[in-house]
């Protein structure tokens, strides 16, 4: 498939699982890609992966801190000349009870999902119009509408990521902007392999959250299919809404 040729895309969290595989698979459908992600190693991982090629660029970017994402946009921007896909993959997941969830921690899962989300929607807004087919696919979660224990600020963070999405998609869709989520759910990758429960979990708590579809988590291209419809030119009627891509864990 060629439906990503001469498409500019920037994907966030490019440098482990659901944004690896994204990045790998806009690749394979002819997309230049910017990826971004805190973790250097990561991204050397990735380009790895991608083989050699003059169609991935990579930069660190940190999606918490304003002027990191001012700047790695920018580039991005440059370096694409324009950009008409942003894929907002970029996430942490941090579990505890909720009683004993410090500010600080709040702060960074929220720093990080939402307003990580904003800020690099916020940069890259003007070169996606400039576009006039610009999609944004930002990253939401099974948690936002499926009850997930020891996960509440994780939770609420992908809750707005959902509320952020609808809002831009009314107010940009004249101005040929569509902005759609994926809620993946069970999928392996570094934050399912090490999700942090608390010791003293109740199992039975979380007993609902194994995918009907097995074996077991799916592989992060389960999701990166999705992306890649969703930005292409096959999701053009959609907008505003989510797929839940999660094995019917949640059925
Ligand atoms: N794996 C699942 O089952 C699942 C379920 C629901 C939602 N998600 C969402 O999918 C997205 C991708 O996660 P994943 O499962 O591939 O996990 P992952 O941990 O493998 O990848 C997340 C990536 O985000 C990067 N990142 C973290 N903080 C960052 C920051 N401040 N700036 C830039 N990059 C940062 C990490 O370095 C990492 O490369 C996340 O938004 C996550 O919440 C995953």
Redesign the pocket.
């Known amino acids: 498939m060629d439906r990503f040729e001469g498409r500019r895309v920037l994907v ?10 994204t990045v790998l698979r806009l690749l394979r459908e002819g997309a230049v890609v910017a990826a ?4 250097e190693p ?1 991204l050397k991982e990735t380009s790895a992966s991608a083989g050699a090629g003059d169609r991935l660029h990579t930069r660190v ?5 304003e002027s ?1 994402v001012r700047e790695g946009v920018a580039a991005a921007v440059t370096h694409l000349g324009g950009l008409d896909v942003l894929v ?6 941090r579990s505890a009870h909720t009683e004993r969830t410090t500010l600080e921690l709040w702060n960074r899962i929220v ?3 939402l307003t ?1 989300t904003f800020l690099t929607t916020r940069e890259a807004l003007p070169a996606l119009l400039a576009s006039r087919n610009g999609t944004v696919v930002n ?5 936002a509408s499926f009850a997930h224990p020891y996960m509440a600020a ?1 939770a609420a963070t ?1 809750g707005g990521i959902q509320s952020f999405t609808h809002a831009i998609a009314a107010e940009y869709a004249k101005r040929g902007l569509r902005a759609v989520c ?12 090490n999700p942090g429960l608390p010791e003293d979990t109740d199992w039975s708590l979380l007993a609902k959250l194994a995918p009907a579809l097995g074996p077991g ?1 799916a592989d ?1 291209a389960a ?1 990166a299919g999705v992306v890649a419809m969703l930005a292409s030119e096959d999701g053009a009627f959609i907008t505003g809404t989510e797929i839940r891509i ?1 094995g019917g864990t949640h059925m």
Request: proline content about 4%; charged content about 10%; overall charge negative.
């Open positions: 966030t969290g490019a440098g482990s699982g659901i944004g690896r595989a971004a992600d805190v973790s990561g970017m940190d999606v918490s801190a990191s907002n993959a970029a996430g942490i997941l720093a990080v999902n990580g990253f939401s979660s099974t948690a994780y992908k994926v809620a993946p759910g069970s999928i392996a990758s570094g934050m399912t392999s988590f992060p999701v999660d």
